[in-house]
């Protein structure tokens, strides 16, 4: 369900994460990273607008990704995402 409701955003995919332990099932594996560009998430899941996402492909939680991370991503830095960068969202199963 996590994963639906991500598809119905417009996102823009930043691709893999570095590997890093899931906070909530605590697999080791490679987050996969969108940026949300669509406002109707807020209504939707009644949270603030998050501008980055992450998507844990184990159990498919949905976390928001600390501004900082996104950003340096985007410009081409090299950095690593810890798990105190995420957020959960929605949590998955
Ligand atoms: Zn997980």
Do not use: W
Not at 29 to 39: A, K
Not at 51 to 78: D, M, W
Request: proline content about 5%; overall charge positive.
């Amino acid at each position: 369900m996590a994963i639906k409701t991500i598809e119905k955003l417009k996102t823009t995919d930043l691709g893999a994460s570095n590997e890093l332990a899931c906070p909530v099932c605590g697999a080791v594996s490679q987050m996969r990273l969108f940026e949300n560009t669509d406002g109707s998430m807020v209504a939707h899941l009644h949270k603030k607008p998050a501008q980055g996402l992450a998507v844990c492909p184990r159990c498919a939680t949905v976390f928001t990704v600390n501004p900082h991370y996104i950003a340096e991503k985007k410009s081409g830095t090299v950095c690593e995402l810890e798990p105190q960068d995420l957020t959960v969202l929605v949590r998955g199963s």
